[in-house]
Each structure stands twice: as structure tokens, then as C-alpha cells.
């Protein structure tokens, strides 16, 4: 009798002994070690490799404020950030997407900046059913460009696309080009690309209901060389406004030969986008690119947090300048919303290793973000949400330490933003 | 005792082979059910590399029509399923629609193009192929190289969609290589191994060289075509880039070089190397890719018959078998 009770008390003490042996390392696994992986795709080498220059510094950045770990629904998780440079090329992107998903299990997929880079991965991802957040590139080239019919239900389940539109170019343009007093005469040169034909499309026709005269020369193949019969009609026509959609070195070419043949000085505003995004575009014109006016989707001066790093706009530049001795770009904050939105995403999940839940949850997330509200239940579409474009100026830099300043000019889009600049004429 | 000659086709290898072969295809058939989506779309790609290779083998090795320009038919059929899917067709009858289209493109492509030699056709293929990806480019609703997605599959939940896609690609594989088995076994493969070894004392003993070129030559852009056509329905995303780049044919040149040139087994071989070296190496970037030239090198100059010209000597009879065995038998 005695030794039974023994051997029970015995078999009794080990086995609770084992159990709480067992309960408790699951409990610690599941504190420290159950990872969850995000993919991170965005174009760092090749010709679109201003969009991915400042990704490693971001990344650095989340990797350092995620590396604790984080709690979602009361379980713990490690967070592993993969990133990949898809060289700008758009099938080396759709191939890292697979191999992020087939091979590395990824449980988020981000994808930044360009459709040559977003497109191909949002394809990868809804075909493998993994969610995919991606920003910087209009949502219509992402939502119509891939398909997608205007008032049909949303064929996309997994696929979600923050940011501006052509809507927001249009209301950021109008407020910046009635800073000044001009005749409304806007010459424009679009190319024959996507963004190109979207905006002859959307955009033109909704500045001549505003009343401009938009005076079009055609769409030019990229890579041109002579732009001199445009120069000339756009002298004809007494132009005072210039609005363009190149790819960087179209624009140092079109440019250079409009102010040979004497078109800058009769130009009030200079409107680029696509170009003019970057430091070292506006600094490759040199003096040309004085008072280049253009339209940022991030500036350090928005007055958000990212709920990630806890940094906001004025510290996460300074910090990259500090680190990296190069100026400040919107894209710093552009590519660190992609990851405050994942993150809200999966903590949005009941269960964030569950795709099909977090996709769901995406669909009714409003995040905070570095970029500001992410709100993907107000959108102009199912699966996507609106960001803001806001007007700005390169002016050139009177304090240093860098050649010039980029002011904001407007704020029509987001008007949290303070507006700390006023537009200087192009021709003054 | 006299000797007697006796002729068989089959033997125990080729039973072997037969039964490795079937149960590959068990496998892949019920990969949904093991490895789910993942699995599916990786078995895709296998099925896709084995399509490319077992055709340009075909090709190159049995016709000695040595191309560089298959992905005509690769990117087309691709192109075809976007247009005939957004012109409301279902997306799996658009992908077999498009197959047929690559083998009438085939059959016209051959009416003009057999008549070149080596080099010129090699090159003239790949000048179609360029002059159809400029095409493409031309249409709005391909947007020039931004491309756009074959929008029309996502009505099909996912699991049910990459189901269907694997056992369509599964199907497709098969009926293309029993193709080419069955043509191989037939009178036309002895033309066709006359042809290939010496085209001039083919005619001279009467092979109808054209047609015996042209017959491989559509059954290599038919397969090629279902190639693209699944490749696109597996990973949704059509970029001209992607689907018209040369990268393609340097991969069927390293599957076929591997494996061995001019039988199906070193194609299939060739076809499984480069899955499984793509799926452990790729993340490496650059290094990967230096490393598969590295390994066609290596081929090149050890083993110029790939690794079937050194395997398939040594095994008694074929593996699949396309010739004749001839044994002395005493009776």
C-alpha cells in the first residue's frame, strides 16, 4: 500500500513535473520563436534603383524596432524581414515573389514602387494566396492596369494597394497652379507608357473642365532624342504651365534643348512627376532645376508616426542623413508605411499565420501609418485605399547643407500637412 | 542449331522506367491533396520545364532543327489566353484554344521557315519571336511592357483553380509525350533519325525531308505553346518581357545540354535537374545563375552527351524504348 502510493505519488510528481516541463517550453516557443516572415520586393539596383536607395536604412530601421518581437492576440512572435531587389526588371520580380512564398514560407508579402515592380508580385501572391500590400505607383495602373473591369466586383482577394491616384494629381495640381497668376495655358508632355495614356486619358480632360487649355503635342516614345517640334508648338501657343510624366533622362533631354531654344522663360510652373522625385534628378539639370515644382507621396514634414519604428518624419530623416551623409526622399517614408501597414495587417488577424484571415482582415484595416490613415474601407475601389499627393518645390537650398530644398507648396490632398513654402514663378 | 534473329522493343528497363514513370505521375497528380497550393504551382513549373525541354530536344535533337526562337509560341499562346479570356472565354478553354493556335502557328511558321539552314533558321526564329513580342507590345490592352494579368482565373477559388491547373498541365504533359513516343515509334521516327543523322542520304533513299521536319516542328511548337499557356495560368502575371525573353531559351538549351541531347529520357532528366537545382539555388541571385553556366560547362566538356549519354549505355535496353533490340537466339 505504502509503496503504491508511492509509486502513484512518484508517477504523479514526474508526470506533472514533465507537463509543466512541456507547458511551460511551449509557452516560452511560443513567446520568442514562432516566426513570422514578410517579404519585402522593391527595385534597389537598375534604372529604378532611386525608388530602392534608401530601403536598406528602412529596413535596418524596422528590423531593429521588430527584433524583441511582437505580441499579437496574446501570442508572441519573432519578425523576419526578408528583403529582395528585383534589378528593375519586372520577371526577376514576379520570380523572387515565388521563391519568397514556395521557399521561404512568407506569410506577408510587400511589394514598392513602380508597376514593374508591384504588378508582377501582386500576380505571384494572389495566384499563390498570400497577402501582398503594396504602395507607390497610381492604383489605377494596379487595379484597371491589371484587369480589373470599372463596376465589377473586385476580382482580387489577397492583393491590396495603398496610395495616390490620378484624383489626387488632379485636386494637388489645381490648388498648386492657383498660387500663381497665369494665362491657364498648360502645355503637357505625356509618353506613350502606361502612366503616360492613363493620365492623357483621366487626367487631361478633367484640367480642361477646370478650365485650362491643355495643349497636347502627342504622345512621344520614350527615349527620344529631338523634342524640338513640341518645343515650338508649345512657343506658339504661348504655354505658361508645363506638366510632364518622363522617365528621368527623357526630361534632362526635353528640357535642356526648351531652354536652348529660349521655352523656360516665358514658363511659370514646371509640373513634373516621375521625374523630380529624387535629389539627384532635379540636381543632375543643374541651374535648370531651379523652382522645378513636383508632387510628393511623402515629405518629412508630414506630422505622423510610424507605429513600427516610432519615428516620425523629421527624426527618420534626419536619421538616414546622419547615417548615410545623402539628403532626405520621400520614398524613406513611402517604403516604411508598406511596413507599418503589414504589420497592422497580421496584429488585424485573428491568427496572422493565417492568409486567408489576414487578406479578410485587410479588407476592413484602417492603419496608421509613417504616411499617415490607411483606410482600406473608404477606397475609390474594393482593395485599395487612398494616399495623398502633395505639391512641392526644389528651391534652391539658401542654409545648406544640400542643394536645394524641398518645400511643400500645397496641401489640398491631405491638409494636415503644413504648408511651409510659397511657389516661386519657374521664369522669376 | 541455327541462329535465329529476334526483334524486341521493350524489355525489363523500359518496364522499369514505365513504372517509375506512373508513379511520378500519381504523385504529381495528387500533389493538391499533399503539398496544397505551394506544391501545386511548383509541380506547374516542373511540368512546364519538362514541356520546354522534351520539345526542344525534339527539335534539336531529333529534327536538327537547332532553334533559338521557341518562345514565339511560348509567349503567343500566353498572349492568345490573356485576349481570348478577356474576350469572355474561360480561362482553361482559352489555354487549350491556345495551344491549338500554337500548332497552326506552327504549321504556318514551318511553310516558310523549314526552308532555311542551321544558323539562318536558328536566327530567323528568334527574329520572329522579337517581331511577335513587338506586336504584343502594339496592343492597348497589354499596355506595352507593363503588362497585365489573366484576371479572369480568379473566379475560380484558389485551391480549386491550382487544382485544376496542375491536372490540366499534367494532361497536356502526357499527351505530348505519348505524341512524340508514338511518332518516334512509328515509320516517321525512322525517317526522322535518317534525317538527323544525314539529311542528304535521308532524301536520296527517299524521306520526304520537309514533311517529316514540319511534323516535328508543330508537334515542338504545340507543346511549347501549352508551355506558356500554363506557365501564365500558373502565375497569373503576363509581361511581354517575361514570356518573350531569351532566358527561356537559354533554360531549354541547359535542361536539353544536361540531360542529353536527341532522347526523351535526357530531356526529362535535364527537365528534373534544373527544377531541383532552381529550387534549392535561386535565392542566390546572380551566383545562381553563374552557377548553372558553370554547370553547362562542365557538361559541355565532360560529358557532351549529357548525363543520358552516360547512364543509358549502361543499362541493358532502352528506358523508353523507340528502337529495336536485336538478339541472336538459338532455337
Known amino acids: 500500500m505504502t509503496f503504491d502510493f508511492t509509486r502513484r505519488s512518484v508517477l504523479l510528481g514526474a508526470g506533472a513535473a514533465l507537463g509543466t516541463f512541456v507547458l511551460g517550453r511551449s509557452q516560452a516557443l511560443a513567446q520568442a520563436t514562432v516566426p513570422l516572415k514578410i517579404g519585402f520586393i522593391s527595385p534597389v539596383s537598375g534604372p529604378l534603383a532611386g525608388f530602392g536607395e534608401t530601403d536598406g536604412y528602412i529596413l535596418d530601421r524596422a528590423r531593429e524596432a521588430l527584433a524583441g518581437g511582437v505580441t499579437m492576440n496574446g501570442t508572441g512572435y519573432s519578425v523576419e524581414l526578408l528583403d529582395r531587389d528585383t534589378q528593375s526588371d519586372p520577371s526577376r520580380a514576379g520570380q523572387l515573389a515565388r521563391e519568397l512564398i514556395n521557399s521561404d514560407g512568407v506569410d506577408i508579402m510587400i511589394a514598392v514602387s513602380t508597376p514593374e515592380t508591384i504588378n508582377p508580385v501582386s500576380d ?45 494629381f488632379y485636386r494637388a495640381y489645381i490648388s498648386q497652379w492657383d498660387l500663381i497668376e497665369t494665362n491657364r495655358k498648360v502645355g503637357v508632355m505625356y509618353p506613350n507608357d502606361a502612366d503616360g495614356n492613363a493620365v492623357r486619358a483621366v487626367l487631361a480632360p478633367r484640367l480642361v473642365e477646370a478650365g485650362y487649355e491643355v495643349i497636347d503635342p502627342g504622345a512621344y516614345e520614350t527615349g527620344t532624342q529631338d523634342y524640338s517640334q513640341q518645343i515650338r508648338i508649345f512657343r506658339e501657343a504661348g504655354i505658361e504651365i508645363f506638366n510632364t510624366f518622363p522617365i528621368p533622362p527623357d526630361f534632362a533631354a526635353f528640357w535642356r534643348q526648351a531652354a536652348q ?27 535648370l532645376g531651379n523652382n522645378i515644382a ?12 510610424s507605429p513600427v519604428t516610432g519615428l516620425n518624419g523629421v527624426a527618420l530623416c534626419d536619421g538616414y542623413e546622419a547615417a548615410t551623409g545623402r539628403q532626405w526622399t520621400q520614398q524613406l517614408g513611402a517604403s516604411l508605411s508598406a511596413i507599418d501597414v503589414a504589420m497592422a495587417a497580421l496584429a488585424a488577424a485573428a491568427d496572422p499565420k493565417d492568409k486567408d484571415g489576414v487578406a479578410a482582415a485587410i479588407a476592413g484595416l484602417t492603419a496608421d501609418s509613417i504616411a499617415g490613415v490607411v483606410d482600406f474601407t473608404t477606397g475609390p475601389v474594393p482593395n485599395v485605399a487612398h494616399g495623398p499627393i502633395i505639391g512641392t518645390q526644389w528651391q534652391p537650398s539658401e542654409k545648406g547643407p544640400h542643394q536645394f530644398d524641398y518645400v511643400v507648396t500645397e496641401n489640398a490632398t491631405d491638409p494636415n500637412v503644413p504648408v511651409v513654402g510659397t511657389l516661386v514663378p519657374y521664369n522669376a | 542449331m541455327s541462329a535465329q534473329l529476334v526483334v524486341t522493343r521493350g524489355g525489363t528497363t523500359s518496364r522499369i522506367t514505365l513504372a517509375l514513370l506512373a508513379f511520378a505521375v500519381i504523385v504529381l497528380a495528387a500533389t493538391p491533396w499533399f503539398f496544397g497550393v505551394g506544391g501545386s504551382g511548383r509541380a506547374v513549373a516542373l511540368l512546364v520545364y519538362v514541356l520546354l525541354a522534351v520539345m526542344w ?57 523549314l526552308s532555311l539552314k542551321d544558323g539562318e533558321f536558328a536566327i530567323g526564329m528568334w527574329v520572329l519571336s522579337s517581331l511577335a513580342h513587338l506586336c504584343v ?44 513516343f508514338a511518332l518516334l515509334r512509328s515509320p516517321t521516327g525512322a525517317a526522322i533519325t535518317a534525317v538527323r543523322d544525314d539529311e542528304l542520304g535521308a ?17 515542338a511548337a504545340t507543346g511549347t505553346a501549352a508551355a506558356g499557356a500554363l506557365w501564365l495560368a500558373s502565375n497569373l502575371n503576363f509581361q511581354p518581357r517575361a514570356f518573350f525573353g531569351v532566358h527561356w531559351t537559354a533554360y531549354m538549351l541547359f535542361m536539353v545540354l544536361v540531360g542529353g541531347l536527341g532522347r526523351i529520357e535526357g530531356a526529362l532528366i535535364g527537365a528534373v535537374l534544373f527544377f531541383v537545382i532552381e529550387t534549392f539555388f535561386a535565392s542566390y541571385g546572380a551566383w545562381y545563375l553563374v552557377g548553372l553556366g558553370g554547370v553547362a560547362v562542365f557538361f559541355a566538356l565532360v560529358l557532351p552527351n549529357g548525363l543520358w549519354g552516360w547512364i543509358g549505355p549502361r543499362l541493358p535496353g532502352e528506358a523508353i524504348p523507340t528502337g529495336y533490340i536485336i538478339n541472336k537466339s538459338k532455337t
Not at chain 1, 509640373?271 to 540636381?283: C, H, N, R, S, V
Not at chain 2, 536520296?204 to 516535328?216: C, E, L, P
Request: aromatic share 12%; hydrophobic share 50%; glycine share 10%.
Open chain 2, 203 to 219: 532524301r536520296s533513299i527517299g524521306v520526304n525531308v520537309i514533311r517529316t521536319k514540319r511534323i516535328v516542328f508543330v508537334l
Open chain 2, 57 to 113: 530536344n525534339a527539335l534539336a535533337g531529333f529534327a536538327g532543327l537547332v532553334s533559338i526562337g521557341q518562345t514565339l509560341f511560348f509567349g503567343v499562346a500566353a498572349y492568345t489566353t490573356i485576349r481570348l479570356s478577356n474576350a469572355g472565354l474561360d480561362p482553361y478553354l482559352a489555354i487549350l484554344a491556345s495551344v491549338a493556335i500554337g500548332a497552326v502557328l506552327g504549321y504556318v511558321t514551318s511553310l516558310f521557315m
Open chain 1, 294 to 305: 513636383s508632387a510628393a507621396y511623402w515629405h518629412r514634414d508630414f506630422p505622423y508616426t
Open chain 1, 124 to 168: 505571384a501572391c494572389e495566384a499563390a494566396g498570400v497577402p501582398c500590400i503594396s504602395t507607390v505607383m497610381p492604383w489605377e495602373a494596379w487595379y484597371f492596369g491589371r484587369g480589373a473591369k470599372p463596376g465589377e466586383p473586385s476580382p482580387f482577394t489577397y492583393g491590396f494597394h495603398f496610395g495616390f491616384g490620378v484624383d489626387e
Open chain 1, 261 to 287: 531654344q529660349g521655352l523656360h522663360r516665358q514658363i511659370k510652373i514646371v509640373q513634373t512627376a516621375k521625374t523630380g522625385l529624387f535629389p539627384g534628378d532635379i540636381e543632375a539639370l543643374g541651374t
Open chain 2, 137 to 180: 507590345n502594339l496592343d492597348p490592352l497589354i499596355q506595352g511592357e507593363t503588362g497585365t494579368s489573366l484576371i479572369s482565373l480568379n473566379g475560380y477559388a484558389i485551391e480549386t483553380r491550382s487544382s485544376i491547373t496542375l491536372w490540366l498541365a499534367l494532361v497536356l504533359t502526357l499527351a505530348v509525350l505519348a505524341a512524340l
